[in-house]
């Protein structure tokens, strides 16, 4: 039996078509050339694949080429926009705002910043797993320097205000940081029409390659960023290291693809979504965040009296889901964003985490809900037979 795959908000697969153009430049002539290398032919065709998938990119989010910076992925960006903010400008403040609920790349990467002498605020979500935007307003000091907010939660798809953030933030001057490894691809985001400063992104989220992704930085030259790192002074100085440039143009078809199909995946998506829920509603189940700001390619909740972590292991060759827990030194840890959410108890230690995408079939979807109620029914008949 094939094991279905629901885990998209981790990585999605490659899109065939992506994949051909990816391999179509692998083969050309230019591929191997360094983009960097000026002075020949071979590296001004690399420079000019570079050049062009800069401009697909920033076409699709409403900026200009030149402020399309290639990284490693939205891990590498939040660091890259966090830090280079912070080092840059610590002369005019030296405090940040971001929430409790962020990805990780953002949480210790504030926590590094505060060892090195900076304030960092940190917000709670609501119950329904957003962040108010009052709650920010209030937070906003004479020396805030950055907000940094997620556009949809990773673990729960809550999605954030963030044009209403985007918007105090400009009012007061400070610069709004965005985290939208979980929309880019899938929402239509138009920089051109909500203020936000910096934004991050990765490939692999919207059928793109691993390994790539890229920060937006709105008004470069003005902001003067420090980079994390040193060497050839590639990507406007922000950025060394030679430029994977099939990785680029992966990413860059990704993002024309998914904009093409946008309005179809999104209906198709929600649909599928909307199938799950009702059919697995025959369980007691608890779904987590407000679903009227839910993304409809993730869906977060629990079965009453059934363990995340023995859920998943029951599945682990039916159906690829997970979890709302972290194992880290052999100590399983509960989801921080559910805990913020208020969320304790069997709730909390029974959250996993299904994701969809458009490669999903409403069949597959149905597939998914009896592998899972299966399982509930295997645990609940050892938990029986282990209680006689």
């Known amino acids: 039996m094939k094991t279905l795959y629901f885990d998209t908000a981790a990585t999605t697969a490659i899109a065939p078509e992506v994949l051909a153009r990816m391999l179509e430049l692998l083969g050309g002539e230019c591929a191997y050339a360094n983009p960097s290398s000026a002075a020949h032919l071979p590296g001004q065709a690399a420079a000019a694949v570079v050049a062009s998938a800069r401009v697909e990119i920033a076409a699709e989010l ?38 409790v609920i962020e990805h990780k790349s953002v949480l210790a990467c504030c926590a590094a910043l505060q060892r090195e002498g900076y304030e960092v605020t940190y917000l709670s979500p609501n119950s329904a797993g957003w962040v108010e935007p009052d709650a920010v307003a209030r937070a906003l000091r004479p020396d805030t320097l ?26 007061a001057g400070v610069l709004l940081h965005v985290d939208a490894a979980q929309a880019v691809g899938k929402f239509a985001i138009n920089l051109q029409k909500i203020p936000i400063d910096l934004l991050s ?119 690829a889901i997970a979890s709302g827990s972290a194992c880290s030194s052999g100590a399983v840890e509960p989801s921080y964003v559910l805990r913020a959410m208020g969320i304790e108890g069997e709730p909390l230690y029974g959250a996993v985490r299904l994701s969809f995408s458009r490669d999903h079939s409403l069949a597959e979807v149905s597939a998914a809900v009896e592998r899972i109620g299966a399982a509930v029914s295997r645990m609940k008949e050892l938990e029986i037979s282990e209680v006689k």
Request: proline share 3%.
């Open 146 to 171: 950055l907000v940094s907010l997620q556009h949809t939660n990773n673990e729960t798809g809550i999605m954030q205000p963030i044009a209403e953030v985007a918007e105090l933030a400009a009012q």
């Open 201 to 319: 992104l990765s490939a692999h989220k919207f059928h793109g390659p691993k390994g790539v992704g890229c920060l937006v930085v709105r008004n470069r030259r003005q902001l003067r960023m420090q980079p994390l790192m040193h060497g050839g002074g590639q990507e406007f100085g922000l950025r060394p290291g030679t430029l994977a440039t099939h990785q680029i143009v992966g990413l860059s078809a990704a993002l024309s693809l998914a904009a093409a199909r946008r309005a179809t995946d999104l209906a198709h998506v929600g649909e599928l979504k909307r199938r799950f829920l009702q059919q697995l509603g025959c369980l007691p189940m608890q779904v987590h965040g407000e679903m009227a700001r839910s993304s409809p390619y993730i869906v977060n909740f629990s079965i009453a009296g059934i363990g995340s972590d023995a859920l998943i292991n029951q599945l682990r060759s039916d159906l």
């Open 62 to 99: 409403g900026c200009e080429a030149d402020e399309v910076v290639f990284t490693s992925g939205a891990t590498e960006a939040n660091n890259l926009a966090l830090r280079g903010i912070a080092l840059a400008h610590a002369a005019q403040g030296r405090h940040l705002v971001t929430s």
